[in-house]
C-alpha cells in the first residue's frame, strides 16, 4: 500500500486474505526501497494519491504487477491501474482477484498457483495474469516469455493472447 495516509492501510489490510497476500504499507518517498525487498516483485501495488516515484513505476515497468488506486491514478502508472472512488470498492476488487480461475488455474495460498490438478506452478508472470482476468494487463514481451514456458511446459488449458497493447489469459478448451 503506498500512501501518506496510514488509515486507508488500516482500514484495507484487515479485509484481505492473509493467506493469499501480505499487505504492507510504504509512503510514497519509501516505496523505492520497499520494493527491493519484494522478490521478484509485488504482485499488486494499491496507494491513493497523486503521487507515486518515477523510480517505483520504473522498476515494475512490463512486469505483471496489478495496481489498485482509491481515486484518480497518478500519471504514468500502467494503464491497467483500476482506480477506485471507494476503499470497499478497492477491497472487494483485490478480493475477486485473489479468488480468480481461468481454465481451472488459480492463486495459491501466498505464492504460485494451484494447477487444474492441484498442483503447485511457480511463475509469478502467470500470476498476474491470471488476477487480471478477464482484463488484458500491460506486459513486455521479456515478462510475457516466461509465462508462455510455464504454460506450454506444464500443458496447462490456457492462451495468452495480445489484446491491443495488453496480453489477456484465457481459458482454452
Same mark, same amino acid.
Given at each position: ?57 520504473? !522498476?515494475? $515497468?512490463? +512486469? #505483471? ?7 484518480? =491514478? %497518478? ?6 491501474? @483500476? ?47 491470471? !488476477?487480471? $482476468?478477464? +482484463? #488484458? ?7 510475457? =516469455? %516466461? ?6 511446459? @506444464? ?19
Amino acid at each position: 500500500m503506498v500512501t501518506d495516509d496510514v488509515d486507508l492501510f488500516a482500514a484495507l489490510r484487515p479485509e484481505l486474505d492473509s493467506e493469499m497476500l501480505n499487505v504492507t504499507w510504504s509512503r510514497p518517498s519509501d516505496v523505492a526501497t520497499a520494493l527491493e525487498e519484494i522478490l521478484p516483485w509485488p504482485w499488486a501495488v494499491g496507494g491513493t494519491g497523486p503521487d507515486v516515484p518515477g523510480s517505483a513505476v520504473a !522498476a515494475l $515497468a512490463g +512486469r #505483471p504487477v496489478l495496481w489498485f488506486w482509491l481515486g484518480a =491514478a %497518478p500519471d504514468g502508472l500502467p494503464a491497467h491501474t @483500476r482506480s477506485h472512488q471507494r476503499w470497499r470498492e478497492m477491497a472487494t476488487d483485490v478480493a475477486e482477484s485473489l479468488g480468480r480461475s481461468v481454465g481451472g488455474v488459480r492463486l495459491a495460498p501466498n505464492r504460485g498457483l494451484l494447477g487444474p490438478n492441484a498442483d503447485l506452478i511457480l511463475s509469478a508472470e502467470l500470476e498476474g495474469l491470471i !488476477a487480471m $482476468a478477464p +482484463r #488484458p494487463m500491460h506486459l513486455s514481451s521479456r515478462a510475457l =516469455a %516466461p509465462a508462455r514456458r510455464v504454460v506450454a511446459r @506444464r500443458g496447462l488449458p490456457l492462451a495468452l493472447v495480445r489484446d491491443g497493447a495488453g496480453v489477456l489469459v484465457v481459458a482454452d478448451s
